[in-house]
């Protein structure tokens, strides 16, 4: 591991200006990534000064629901919106080689710098959720790996909670664990800056910042506090994975399938879900050939599909896989939950289902049988 | 912050090298037989697979069934069944296509030694075990009582017919061939495969068995081996599912906690018995 800052390590305040004089210190060897207002939800697009950012925007979130409105003044009064940071460190779609003319050529491996400004607590825990999928081997993605040795993380602790989120229970929020180079927390209209490593300690001493008072320090720890006060879901993880591992026939899933649409969009908007498909894509005046990879879903046909058919052929089976892998065979795997609890999912699943529902719905079904 | 990526290895595991076809025989109609080299070849361990293919169309994984003991030689035994096998199977000798591997975790052949072994396969599912039957017929001294059961559909689907009549003639093995169905001139085993395990010679403590075939086949002939004796952790099995990556990176193979292709393909029964038994997983 990289040593945490060995200077630098008093927080200081930066203002407005101040956070401008970071975007335009990171843009010089950087592609800045950061929160953009665009048709009416917060995505992650190029940023290049405050000017950019959701200032005086929040959302309002629920089950199959997304608003966003005016409310104070705050830069990051927002939560998370529908896209996350894998789309920039394992992209939608990835070309890995192209074949003709007898030979086969590799992708060049990607060279992209990114910083990230305004990575949550939930997003840095999926942020090491696939480091663990793309780097602890035994095989390894360059492309992923490439940039993610390259990126640099401006965190910001949540001040206000989304209607969706659980990170509370989950363990990864309100307040960003270790993993980012500087945590910012919005407090009035500063910023308290933490450095979590000494990149993030050098580039704060070479922006205009003041020292960070005691007053300082217990706003931002309030403003921390009242999100995680404000937050209205929890899951409990108590036991869960084994509850779900051994309740495969739970009549709970025929329930939740009833109402799945296998759309889909749970997966996608997950900061966590990894899975790929590797498809061919043939030139039209030519025999070469480009084998890429693209995001796949469990909840389609082709995902599972062997000679004969699908494995898991509808709703229930998909569903079943989703959450079982989420929430229990995930610790099996990789030694971690592979939900963080951002809530994307239950904010952008068209009717609303909600994980922290069927946890719960499953365990108290048992609970009650005293199972 | 940034993650320490340790010593940056940059080469893709997701490309293949240029494999040449050198030999190919048509084994039944549908299925071949191809002899590969690829560059860099290093070898493989019995039940390991490589990642083939097709450029324009596809990669499929298909398990090595040649001898491992001949590292030059990169054996594939293919059916045809969807576009890429299908276009694979159509490649003639002097063609090239793409391959990758091994991966997977082998078939324990060696530590089966001083034991009896019992080695069930239905269908294709004679391919990927054949470096195992390889391997037994090279060491034959370190085992005890060796057992072949195989079921095919039909007589004309059997595999590796010359072969397994050359193993019969040396008669320090028990082969056993059974169809589902049989046709004029034939005058052998008619049943399931399991049905051959009734005259089986193995003293169940000391066995260990290896079983391929369609699932249902492989849960029926577990579950036959643990009735004879045989325990659970000394009956392997390998598991087929779907394929993008073979490395543990695309999430495809997933089978419960498992990874097909990294934790398997070969698995105890003892580790798939209850995730075989849940419908769909
Ligand atoms: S499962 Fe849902 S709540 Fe958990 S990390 Fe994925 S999108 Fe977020
Ligand atoms: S759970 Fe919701 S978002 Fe996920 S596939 Fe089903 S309907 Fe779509
Ligand atoms: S085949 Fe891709 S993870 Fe197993």
Known sequence: MTATATKDVTPVVLSHAGLDALIAALAVDRQVIGPVRRDGAVVYEPVSSVADLPRGWVDDQAGGTYRMRREGDRLFGYTVGPSSWKRFLHPPKQVLWRAGDGAITPEPIAKERFAFLGVRGCELAAIAVQDKVFLDGPYRDPHYAARRAAAFIVAVNCTRAGGTCFCVSMETGPKAAPGYDIALTEIGGELLAEAGSDAGGMILSAVPTRPATQADLDAAAAGIAGAEAQMGRAINTEGLADLLTDNPDHPRWDVVADRCLNCANCTMVCPTCFCTTVDEVSALDSDATTRESRWASCFTTEFSYVHGGAVRPGAKSRYRQWMTHKLGSWWDQFDMSGCTGCGRCVTWCPVGIDITEEAAAIRSDLEAEGG | ?281
């Open chain 2, 1 to 281: 912050m940034a993650h320490p990526v340790e010593q940056m290895d940059m080469t893709d595991p997701m490309v293949p090298t240029l494999a040449r076809i050198l030999r190919k025989r048509v084994e039944i109609p549908g299925v071949v037989t191809f002899e590969l080299e690829a560059p860099g070849w290093q070898g493989f361990a019995p039940g390991q697979f490589n990642m083939l293919s097709l450029f324009g169309v596809g990669e499929i994984a298909i398990s090595v069934s040649g001898y491992d003991a001949e590292p030059d030689r990169i054996v594939h035994t293919i059916r045809d069944v969807g576009a890429t096998s299908h276009g694979l199977s159509l490649l003639e000798e002097g063609d090239t296509m793409g391959l990758r591997g091994p991966y997977g975790v082998p078939w324990p052949v060696a530590d089966a030694a001083g034991r009896d072994v019992v080695v069930v396969a239905g269908g294709l599912g004679l391919a990927p075990v054949r470096p195992i039957l390889y391997h037994l017929l090279a060491n034959r001294g370190d085992y005890g009582k060796v057992t072949l059961l195989y079921g095919a559909r039909r007589p004309e689907e059997i595999l590796f017919t010359e072969e397994l009549g050359q193993w019969r003639a040396q008669l320090d093995m028990d082969i056993e061939v059974t169809v589902d169905h049989a046709s004029p001139g034939w005058h052998g085993h008619v049943g399931v495969v399991t049905t051959l395990f009734r005259g089986a010679d193995f003293s169940p403590d000391t066995t260990t068995a290896f079983v391929c075939g369609p699932e249902i086949m492989m849960r029926f002939a577990a579950n036959a081996l643990t009735d004879a004796g045989v325990a659970a952790d000394d009956i392997y099995l390998s598991m087929e599912r779907n394929m993008q990556c073979g490395i543990g990176l695309c999430g495809h193979c997933q089978l419960g906690p498992y990874f097909v292709c990294k934790d398997g393909p070969v698995f105890t029964w003892g580790q798939m018995r209850r995730v075989m038994t849940v419908k769909e997983l």
